[in-house]
């Protein structure tokens, strides 16, 4: 009996489920850019910058988010276990520097472009857990990519409500007095490194027979992972909206914070029950195998030697880079040249840019259209709020409902991915005009777009271009993000917000805060051109998904039905 618990043990501390549970916990934990605008104001404040010396440190924290591709290719040659290594050094060396920064323990106070360079480290450990845990877990779950990233995904995107719990929880006010977020920077440094490496020997490629029947157990697993996601951010949700209505003291925080830890501890009871059904089957089918005798054995042919291969001579220069730049078709793998010079990563990249990085600037801005279109802070916390839970929501709804489509229908996921873009348009819209009240609905629309975008994205980039480069190619599509942000939100929406605050002028000065642009006037244009190039990047996901139309027809998924891998046995359907 000890040995056989033994045995079990170790096959949950080394199987794909647990695998995938460490992958939650991680990106859980992987989110802390999305609470900069908490502990911004002690950047501000306690080194003295101005609003545009702020914005910087903020440009650069997105920049560090977004931009992977180092990672993905170090991924290319690397195990995950050094993946998430590198990432988890970066996270605690850049915060934890940023932080002694704050606090003043650094004499002199660091000029500008070393506190950018600390935040941007910091931050980019972000695109290293993406790539070690995330691509990890899509290779492992080939056939439920979709429903992968949008449950992964879906975590990252609560990721910045669960640090605020835990947050309030350390460091709330025990008695009605102020919060000091100085201490958040060092709960965001040393965190997440310590997730990543409390799983650095779990996050792996594990190889696993497929079956019709163990398709359908990992899809009602993954079905309890998302019931349990479901309500965290249903929990966090009731949270969020009594923390800002009544106020708390430091034990009501702290059993918030309690309640959050354990529901995210949940998830281990269905690895468990996945793990115990393999484990007895894989005991049952030994049991009834037959040992093969000594003349099966004997009888048992030798390998044909490999057929030596047919050389030729050397082709041309020229020959050769027009054959390394010819694709394969579509869901091989392509190389990394392959793939970035195709037509269809193009479109991809150009939706991501145009449609991603316009409700990438709604969010940022959200403040800023709030104070301008005359609502109160407590509203415009709460847009910020609404924006993260329908956020996550977007990620799983998509990662579920664009795979369920596919399997039944044949539906392509950049088609899926065109009608999101359009469903961001009345979002867009909404600002634009500032119709009264409106900005609620605009919150809730554009954050679950701008969730739902990611799985779909990440997903048909995986099948298009395959998995071999996955880790390059995911983080390559993860930098027209910035790109998108830069364009839209510096060059179009803050010039037009500041020309028009100019022509106000003094009529909306603000006491310590510059001049403010005031008025429906302030986002109309920009919201109008924001508008008009989504519809565009919904027509090119569209032609794209009419390129691939016959591919997606087919059975995308036909080569992982093999099942070659380690020697672990489905468990029989349980009904």
């Known amino acids: ?95 934890l520097m940023l932080y002694l920064s704050v606090t003043g323990r650094v004499r002199p106070a660091p000029p500008l472009w070393l506190v950018c360079l600390y935040i941007a480290v910091g931050a980019n450990s972000q695109a290293f857990a993406n790539t070690g845990a995330l691509v990890t877990c899509v290779k492992n779950f080939p056939e439920s990519r979709g429903v992968m990233l949008g449950l992964l995904k879906g975590f990252v995107g609560l990721s910045g409500a669960i640090f605020t719990q835990l947050y309030l929880a350390f460091y709330g006010p025990g008695g009605g007095g102020g919060v000091d977020t100085k201490p958040l920077i060092l709960l965001v440094g040393w965190l997440p490194a310590a997730v990543s490496v409390a799983f650095l020997g779990t996050i792996r490629i ?17 079905c309890g992972f998302l019931y349990v996601s479901l309500a965290l951010a249903a929990f966090l949700m009731v949270s969020i909206i009594l923390q800002k209505r009544f106020p708390f003291t430091r034990a009501e925080y702290g059993v918030c914070a309690a309640v959050v830890l354990s529901m995210l501890l949940v998830p281990f009871a269905i690895v468990l029950r996945e793990e115990s059904a393999l484990f007895r089957n894989a005991h049952e089918a030994r049991a009834e195998a037959p040992e093969p005798s000594p003349a099966t054995v004997a009888a048992k042919p030798a390998p044909l030697p490999e057929p030596l291969p047919v050389t030729s001579k050397p082709a041309r220069v020229g020959a050769r880079l027009v054959a390394a730049l010819r694709p394969p078709p579509r869901g091989e793998d392509y190389t990394i040249l392959q793939a970035l010079v195709s037509v269809d990563m193009l479109f991809l990249f150009t939706a991501t840019v145009f449609g991603v990085g316009g409700t990438l600037t709604a969010i940022d801005n959200m403040g800023q259209i709030g104070e301008s279109l005359g609502y109160p802070q407590r509203s415009i916390a709460t847009f910020v709020s609404l924006i993260s839970i329908w956020n996550y929501l977007g990620r799983v709804a998509a990662g579920f409902a664009s795979e369920a489509l596919l399997a039944r229908h044949r539906i392509p996921r950049p088609l899926i991915l065109a009608a999101v873009l359009l469903l961001t348009v009345p979002g867009h819209l909404l600002i634009a005009f500032g119709v009264p009240g409106s900005l609620y609905v605009a919150s809730v629309m554009i954050g679950f777009c701008f969730g739902a975008a990611q799985p779909l994205i990440l997903a048909s980039v995986s099948e298009l271009f395959g998995l071999k480069y996955y880790s390059t190619l995911y983080n390559f599509c993860g930098t027209a993000s910035p790109v998108g942000s830069y364009i839209l939100n510096v060059r179009v929406a803050g010039r037009m917000y500041d020309r028009e605050a100019a022509r106000q002028g003094a009529v909306a000065a603000v006491a310590g805060k510059g001049v403010t642009c005031i008025g429906v006037r302030c986002y109309k244009e920009s919201f109008l051109v924001i508008t008009a190039v989504t519809v565009a990047a919904a027509v090119v996901t569209a032609v794209l998904a009419w390129r691939t139309r016959d591919f997606y027809a087919g059975d995308i998924y036909a080569k992982f039905k093999a099942g070659i891998g380690e020697d672990r046995v489905e468990p029989k359907e349980q009904l």
């Not at 594990?206 to 993954?222: G, K, N, Q």
């Open 1 to 95: 009996m000890a040995t056989a618990a033994a045995a079990f043990a170790v096959q949950v501390l080394r199987g794909r489920w647990f695998m995938a549970y460490g992958s939650f916990l991680i990106m859980s934990a992987a989110g802390a850019t999305y609470i900069f605008a908490i502990y911004s104001k002690d950047i501000k404040t306690t080194l003295g910058y101005t609003q545009e010396q702020l914005n910087t440190v903020g440009f650069f924290k997105d920049v560090g988010a977004n931009v992977g591709i180092h990672a993905g290719l170090v991924a290319e040659v690397t195990p995950p276990w050094l993946v998430l290594a590198v990432g988890a050094a970066m996270n605690l060396g850049g915060y």
């Open 206 to 222: 594990i190889r696993a027979p497929r079956s019709p029947v163990a398709a359908r157990r990992e899809y009602r697993a993954f």
